[in-house]
T-cell receptor, first 113, second 108 residues
Framework: NAGVTQTPKFQVLKTGQSMTLQCAQDMNHNSMYWYRQDPGMGLRLIYY???????DKGEVPNGYNVSRLNKREFSLRLESAAPSQTSVYFC????????????FGQGTRLTVV | QKEVEQDPGPLSVPEGAIVSLNCTYS??????FMWYRQYSRKGPELLMYTYSSGNKEDGRFTAQVDKSSKYISLFIRDSQPSDSATYLC????????FGKGTSLLVTP
């Protein structure tokens, strides 16, 4: 019973490098989300996918792109990493939409130097 | 003003105490209310999910929603050291809005 799985768990990038954070869920959920969590800022929504084939911007989308590869997988890409993107990134999924319970992965700790 | 306000704490209580955690909000469109628990270096874990006003109990946890006051609470009875974590409130009326979390420490 894996739930929401994120890879990698830790990553250090140099400024300007690119990388993709992977997320997969095995609960047959329709909606998936990417959040970042920073001290004193709480959880902020980056992008979400209400259903397979759709993606929408959240509160802080600048500097990120996403791909809903299929119903299970939702990836987050940093094209040119900046120190301001140092954060803990969480992927989440829910059965229908943002009004239903969201289940979170264990997070990816990203440091951009 | 952020739509969801939550006191960050830290809140320190002795084992066995009753803990009260609270959030206020400004958007009257919120209909769904949740509490998440987050242990250090882990992802948030859903604790309680309620719709509209009223109380919901699950073991030692009780969630309370007062829509007229725009105020939600989570009560933890007989608190245990294993309850030490950050508690996040969240609410939704189309988009999920999180509070910043309250850090709780239960001391033996």
């Amino acid at each position: 019973n894996a739930g929401v799985t994120q890879t990698p768990k830790f990553q250090v990038l140099k400024t300007g490098q690119s990388m993709t954070l992977q997320c997969a869920q095995d609960m047959n959920h329709n909606s998936m989300y990417w959040y970042r969590q920073d001290p004193g800022m709480g959880l902020r929504l980056i992008y979400y996918s209400a259903s397979e084939g759709t993606t929408d911007k959240g509160e802080v989308p600048n500097g990120y792109n996403v791909s809903r590869l299929n119903k299970r997988e939702f990836s987050l890409r940093l094209e040119s990493a900046a120190p301001s993107q140092t954060s803990v990134y969480f992927c989440a999924s829910s059965e229908r939409d943002l009004n239903t319970e969201a289940f979170f992965g264990q997070g990816t700790r990203l440091t951009v130097v | 003003q952020k739509e969801v306000e939550q006191d960050p704490g830290p809140l320190s209580v002795p084992e066995g105490a009753i803990v009260s955690l609270n959030c206020t909000y400004s958007n009257s469109a919120f209909q769904y209310f949740m509490w998440y628990r987050q242990y250090s270096r882990k992802g948030p874990e859903l604790l309680m999910y309620t719709y509209s006003s009223g109380n919901k109990e699950d073991g030692r946890f009780t969630a309370q929603v007062d829509k007229s006051s725009k105020y939600i609470s989570l009560f933890i009875r007989d608190s245990q050291p294993s309850d030490s974590a950050t508690y996040l409130c969240a609410m939704s009326g189309g988009a999920l809005n999180f509070g910043k979390g309250t850090s709780l420490l239960v001391t033996p």
